[in-house]
């Protein structure tokens, strides 16, 4: 059986660390650890069996949470492996190795800019405040910077914990009620807004336009709906790099007729007037992001590390 962990041990940094931090460490360019692949290891000191990153280095986020799967065997002593072990990996035979679904939701998504410059792994805080490594498990993470993270929790099947409470900002929600498809944007602001992407415009030195497939009627029209990242939230981005991989991917996807799912948080879509080349003018609904961070697409299939 296949064993999978939402935290491993970090070799190089002796600290525990989730995918989420993992991938926050490989795309940071101003870190020392930036497109590093770290050793990760069993967190039992008395294992330590090496794991494999499982969708932290790839360039395209599928479905698939991120997380850590098991490479080699683990010490027989190892606690994950004692009966009624408490916070347990989840198992599955070796032809299901991908349908790892994250267990800890967050209760925060913290929307603050992250520094340029601070400490590795920053991007999550736990409630005890510490990495604990002993015998006894530490608390989870409550708030994370991540909507990577919130995006899987919600794509999971866990229904149970979906009815856990999420704050964002000034709202306090269950994580189903927080996300809303793009059509229906108009019912609530405050959320995070999804659904799929059928069209990518780049902006030379200005950004990136997504266009949602789903339209929206306001007075009886029908209007297309756009997510805008202003070029300078690019720019001033640690993760500028990452991201620019990841808008290639997307052009690549929807040229090749594959599904891409986005989301996106902090933004509300607004009646904006759009001037074409000809000088003709129309209307449309456009939300503008205040980081990259912001959103999180999720690709149909996962592609190249």
């Given at each position: 059986?296949?064993?999978?962990?939402?935290?491993?041990?970090?070799?190089?940094?002796?600290?525990?660390?989730?995918?989420?931090?993992?991938?926050?460490?490989?795309?940071?360019?101003?870190?020392?650890?930036?497109?590093?692949?770290?050793?990760?290891?069993?967190?039992?000191?008395?294992?330590?069996?090496?794991?494999?990153?499982?969708?932290?280095?790839?360039?395209?986020?599928?479905?698939?949470?991120?997380?850590?799967?098991?490479?080699?065997?683990?010490?027989?002593?190892?606690?994950?492996?004692?009966?009624?072990?408490?916070?347990?990996?989840?198992?599955?035979?070796?032809?299901?190795?991908?349908?790892?679904?994250?267990?800890?939701?967050?209760?925060?998504?913290?929307?603050?800019?992250?520094?340029?410059?601070?400490?590795?792994?920053?991007?999550?805080?736990?409630?005890?405040?510490?990495?604990?490594?002993?015998?006894?498990?530490?608390?989870?993470?409550?708030?994370?910077?991540?909507?990577?993270?919130?995006?899987?929790?919600?794509?999971?099947?866990?229904?149970?914990?979906?009815?856990?409470?999420?704050?964002?900002?000034?709202?306090?929600?269950?994580?189903?009620?927080?996300?809303?498809?793009?059509?229906?944007?108009?019912?609530?602001?405050?959320?995070?807004?999804?659904?799929?992407?059928?069209?990518?415009?780049?902006?030379?030195?200005?950004?990136?336009?997504?266009?949602?497939?789903?339209?929206?009627?306001?007075?009886?029209?029908?209007?297309?709906?756009?997510?805008?990242?202003?070029?300078?939230?690019?720019?001033?981005?640690?993760?500028?790099?990452?991201?620019?991989?990841?808008?290639?991917?997307?052009?690549?996807?929807?040229?090749?007729?594959?599904?891409?799912h986005a989301f996106f948080v902090g933004a509300y879509p607004l009646r904006s007037t759009v001037e074409n080349r000809d000088g003709s003018q129309f209307?449309?609904?456009?939300?503008?992001?205040?980081?990259?961070?912001?959103?999180?697409?999720?690709?149909?299939?996962?592609?190249?590390?």
């Open positions: 059986m296949a064993m999978k962990f939402g935290r491993a041990h970090c070799e190089e940094l002796k600290k525990l660390l989730s995918p989420y931090q993992a991938r926050d460490l490989y795309t940071n360019e101003d870190g020392e650890h930036y497109a590093q692949e770290l050793t990760f290891l069993c967190e039992d000191q008395r294992c330590r069996a090496l794991l494999t990153p499982v969708g932290i280095y790839m360039a395209r986020k599928s479905k698939r949470a991120l997380h850590f799967r098991t490479k080699d065997t683990h010490a027989s002593d190892c606690d994950f492996l004692q009966p009624g072990a408490s916070s347990a990996p989840s198992r599955s035979p070796a032809g299901q190795e991908d349908d790892f679904k994250p267990s800890d939701f967050p209760t925060e998504l913290d929307l603050s800019p992250c520094p340029r410059k601070g400490a590795a792994g920053g991007g999550e805080t736990t409630t005890s405040g510490t990495d604990d490594e002993t015998g006894s498990r530490r608390k989870t993470s409550t708030r994370t910077r991540y909507l990577d993270l919130v995006v899987d929790c919600y794509l999971s099947e866990d229904n149970a914990s979906k009815n856990q409470l999420l704050t964002i900002a000034d709202k306090t929600k269950t994580f189903t009620r927080f996300f809303k498809n793009i059509q229906y944007f108009q019912d609530e602001t405050g959320l995070i807004y999804h659904g799929l992407i059928d069209d990518l415009r780049l902006y030379a030195g200005k950004g990136v336009g997504l266009r949602f497939t789903e339209l929206v009627w306001v007075n009886k029209k029908r209007y297309r709906i756009w997510a805008y990242v202003p070029q300078k939230r690019i720019d001033e981005s640690r993760r500028r790099k990452a991201f620019l991989t990841e808008i290639d991917e997307l052009e690549k996807a929807i040229k090749a007729g594959e599904q891409v209307e449309v609904y456009r939300a503008e992001l205040s980081s990259i961070d912001h959103l999180s697409l999720v690709f149909a299939e996962p592609n190249q590390r």
